[in-house]
């Protein structure tokens, strides 16, 4: 179980995946193409990519969810309910 999640690029296929953090340390890893990489190979590209000034977790398409201040599933497409949603 993670207590944060970001998203990385995956190794595999560059698409953005996410990953589960616990204390500091990559725990598990969701890529939407089913990539079977492991939490260590993803930081060891992050670093690499970071090192090389290739976008990363600071990029604008990046973003941390934190358990506790999430408030609930948004709703498909965008709409809420009082959209017709």
């Known amino acids: 179980m993670s207590e ?6 995956c190794p595999e ?3 953005l995946a996410a ?3 616990l ?3 990559a725990v598990e890893v969701d890529c939407p193409n089913g990539c079977n990489v492991t939490p260590v190979r ?3 590209t992050i670093r690499h990519d ?8 600071d990029d604008a398409r990046s973003a941390a969810w934190e358990p506790s201040a999430a408030r609930g599933p948004l709703p ?3 709409q809420g309910v009082a959209d017709g949603g």
């Open 23 to 25: 204390d500091g340390n």
């Open 76 to 78: 498909l497409g965008g």
């Open 4 to 9: 944060r999640v970001s998203w990385e690029t």
């Open 19 to 21: 990953v589960g953090w």
């Open 13 to 15: 296929c560059r698409r």
């Open 42 to 44: 993803v930081v060891s």
């Open 50 to 57: 970071r090192q090389s000034g290739m976008p990363g977790q």
